[in-house]
């Protein structure tokens, strides 16, 4: 099966939103989505957008995207990559369609001196953890992510 990994366009948008919501389901949490293709079409591609996505197809047919950003690291002094999505529709699974994404953001992050390539997974994704510890990845245990937003962002915000 022949895969193709390119960069996201606007018109991919309607095929990212689809699939976060699969991917949201599968997360057990599809209340959470709160956003919708045109948010997804501005936010994603419009101009000044900060924030990159990948799309892999299979037979013409998008079948996976991910979705990263640059971050920072002070300790390094070098800037990293932080990877938000990595998602490939089950009926496309084991194609190698994730690893050929989550590889072509590591070479960007090679090519552009990042020090570092990150994500978060949950703790129960068994598939995922056992895919990334298989290619070197390396849990950082010793950090809590915290998470401020809604009411709590704005009235902390002080609005």
Excluded at 61 to 70: Q, R, S
Aim: some cysteine; proline content about 3%.
């Amino acid at each position: 099966m022949s895969i193709k990994i390119r960069s996201a366009v606007s018109d991919d948008a309607q095929a990212i939103f689809d699939m976060i919501v699969e991917l949201a389901i599968y997360e057990k949490a599809p209340q959470e989505v709160k956003t919708n293709v045109e948010e997804i079409r501005a936010t994603l591609f419009g101009e000044g957008s900060k924030t990159e996505a990948l799309v892999c197809e299979v037979a013409g047919k998008v079948v996976g995207y991910a979705v990263f950003f640059t971050s920072y690291s002070t300790w390094l002094g070098r800037n990293g990559i932080y990877m938000e999505d990595l998602y490939v529709s089950p009926e496309s699974r084991g194609v190698g369609a994730g690893k050929g994404m989550l590889q072509q953001i590591a070479q960007l992050a090679v090519e552009r001196n990042c020090g570092r390539l990150e994500w978060s997974v949950l703790d129960w994704n068994q598939p995922a953890i056992d895919f990334y510890l298989s290619i070197g990845a390396k849990p950082q245990d010793e950090w809590v992510r915290y998470r401020l937003d809604g009411e709590a962002l704005v009235s902390f915000a002080g609005r």
